[in-house]
């Protein structure tokens, strides 16, 4: 039999269209592929990173308050002080911390024949390592941790008291137990910071007592104007809470004032101790006293 004549012309539209379809074939795998790659990237571009805090660093905390605020904090009984002795009093005790930039603390102390006045302050710069949630969003749960534990009602413009704490409010609550908070001897906890009340130096610290007259009632002289509460004009956010305490050496109140200004909180504990215990400290005059020193250290941590 004959053979056909070869077509080159055939071949070559075989060819081509075997080329056509390969070129189509890979075409559409990568336009998949492309697609793919257009998402996840898409994804990891739009998700960005938390703003950090205002503050990178801390000042150094017994130098903030200005010496004329110790002295009214810290009063006399008329006697004159040395250089020497005012020195000790004046310049605080520095808290121990493993790093300054996270946190510093100070206290201040005096002694008098009326009685004993104990100044402590507690600044911690809070960090968020979640890229999610702002170093300002981290430091306000630990704010609301706070207002929780102390039971300060809601009210004013102020951060309200939550019903039940945030995931990063139950996580700030134990980051916020870190190192400055006081160890003292005292049985009484302060309801907003956890530090146990310090009996006066020199004088035995017993167990407090539950209070058993209408004088040692912690809110028998608390009028709505000094109860604790929310206060609507200092930092982002802040409280104040007044305790009153009777215990074996004495009774003693404690005004804690706590705010928060962008990612630092402030803790400022301001209390008066009296050996007698119809001398009640007069809680206006210690809250007045609190509240403008936490006024005046907002102010310095703006500027």
Known sequence: MPRKPFAPGAALVVAAALAAGLTACTGGSGSDEEEGDAKSGGT????????????????????????????????????????????????????????????????????????????????????????????????????????????????????????DPSPSATKGKEEGKGKGADTGTGTTTNSSTGKKAKAPSGSPSGASTPATDPSADPSADLSDSTAPRVLDDLGDAAFLNDTLVTADSGVHRDVTVVFRTSNVIVTLTYDQWSTDKTMLPESQELQDKARSLAGELSESLSE
């Open 44 to 163: 990891s571009t739009s998700s960005q990173a938390a703003e950090p805090g205002r503050y990178q660093t801390l000042p150094e905390a017994c130098g903030l308050p200005a010496r004329s605020s110790l002295r009214g904090m810290l009063p006399g009984d008329g006697q004159r002080l040395s250089r020497d002795e005012a020195k000790k009093i004046y310049d605080g005790q520095p808290d121990i911390t493993y790093d300054t930039d996270r946190r510093v603390g100070c206290r201040w102390t005096r002694e008098t024949t009326a009685g004993t006045r104990h100044l402590s302050l507690d600044i911690q710069r809070v960090v968020s390592y979640n890229a999610a949630v702002s170093d300002d969003d981290k430091a306000q749960g630990i704010y609301d941790t706070k207002a929780l534990d102390a039971k300060i009602p809601s009210g004013g413009n102020g951060s309200p008291s939550p019903v």
